[in-house]
């Protein structure tokens, strides 16, 4: 059972990014799943989640409108589309799913997750 992350880099104000969350072991289709992030020196914060059905997603302040999440359920992936890049976005990103399949913006409450993967927004 394996959650990975990957698609960070570097990216200019403004700009736009993709990071996949790709599954293994098990099948994401009933899964909730969590986007995390953690700047250098702060806290992990909570950034998105959504609910098997995409009939239940959930946003940060800070990142509504700019953020948002699909998947592809024959690739067994969850996609973290970022818009409008931010420097203060700078972080390691984390995909996480809970087998509930209930959303949560704390982070306790995942079963699983992925290993960081880092986006950098800097000119």
């Known amino acids: 059972v394996q959650l990975q992350a990957f698609g960070g880099g570097l990216v200019q104000p403004g700009g736009s990014l993709r990071l996949s969350c790709e599954a293994s072991g098990f099948s994401l289709d009933n899964y909730a799943i969590g986007w995390f992030r953690q700047a250098p020196g702060k806290e992990r914060e909570w950034v998105l989640c959504?609910?098997?059905?995409?009939?239940?997603?959930y946003y940060a302040d800070s990142v509504k409108g700019r953020f948002t999440i699909s998947r592809d359920n024959a690739k067994n992936t969850v996609y973290l589309h970022m818009v409008g890049l931010k420097p203060e976005d700078t972080a390691a990103y984390y995909c996480?799913?809970?087998?509930?399949?209930?959303?949560?913006?704390?982070?306790?409450?995942?079963?699983?997750w992925g290993q960081g993967t880092l986006v950098t927004v800097s000119s």
């Open positions: 996480a799913a809970d087998r509930s399949g209930i959303t949560s913006n704390r982070s306790s409450w995942y079963d699983y």
């Open positions: 959504v609910g098997p059905s995409d009939d239940s997603t």
